[in-house]
T-cell receptor, first 113, second 110 residues
Framework: SQTIHQWPATLVQPVGSPLSLECTVE??????LYWYRQAAGRGLQLLFY??????ISSEVPQNLSASRPQDRQFILSSKKLLLSDSGFYLC????????????FGDGTRLSIL | RKEVEQDPGPFNVPEGATVAFNCTYS??????FFWYRQDCRKEPKLLMS???SGNEDGRFTAQLNRASQYISLLIRDSKLSDSATYLC???????????FGKGTKLSVKP
């Protein structure tokens, strides 16, 4: 069966520090991969998605970037974090056919001080 | 008009009650529909897909009305463990990206 791993579970970072969140998927090949952010009391906002290695689409302009160095690895990064980057970050995968449900990792709760 | 709209609630119901959530979507080209459940401070989890003919999974029934661009979720005989936020989700576009509603919060009381 397919599993998705996301780490760390919680992170506290100072303003201006770099960020790297990692997500890996097991049990499937060529998945679509996604990064979302959920701010407190808000809905899920799609940040990036990827349909293949090295292919990244950005949904909103922001202080973050994403990379997909391997088929089942998706990384969310920032060079300098802002206070507004605080939130609950979720990685998800789906099969590569369109319009399929997505399955989420446990999420990373990021607090910027 | 927001892409996916839900009543935020909260819905406070006693155990055993039947509760219904409604959702509307703005893009008539949307192709797939889902309900997710999200517990407090946890990730969303797929509850069920929604099919045009309507579908049932135990105590849960989902309905889709494409003409009205309306989706519903009915929970019968609600349990304490049903307390969560229920997210209405619509897939659209060539990549089939999911658009999430902000969710309806359900609290089932003893």
């Amino acid at each position: 069966s397919q599993t998705i791993h996301q780490w760390p579970a919680t992170l506290v970072q100072p303003v201006g520090s770099p960020l790297s969140l990692e997500c890996t998927v097991e049990g499937t090949s060529n998945p679509n991969l996604y990064w979302y952010r959920q701010a407190a009391g808000r809905g899920l906002q799609l940040l990036f998605y990827s349909v293949g290695i090295g292919q990244i689409s950005s949904e909103v302009p922001q202080n973050l970037s994403a990379s997909r160095p391997q088929d089942r690895q998706f990384i969310l990064s920032s060079k300098k974090l802002l206070l507004s980057d605080s939130g609950f970050y979720l990685c998800a995968w789906s099969v590569s056919r369109g319009n399929q449900p997505q399955h989420f990792g446990d999420g990373t709760r990021l607090s910027i001080l | 008009r927001k892409e996916v709209e839900q009543d935020p609630g909260p819905f406070n119901v006693p155990e055993g009650a039947t509760v219904a959530f409604n959702c509307t979507y703005s893009n008539s080209a949307s192709q797939s529909f889902f309900w997710y459940r999200q517990d407090c401070r946890k990730e969303p989890k797929l509850l069920m897909s929604v099919y045009s003919s309507g579908n049932e999974d135990g105590r849960f029934t989902a309905q889709l009305n494409r003409a009205s661009q309306y989706i519903s979720l009915l929970i019968r005989d609600s349990k304490l463990s049903d307390s969560a936020t229920y997210l209405c989700v619509v897939a659209q576009g060539s990549q089939g990206n999911l658009i999430f509603g902000k969710g309806t919060k359900l609290s089932v009381k003893p």
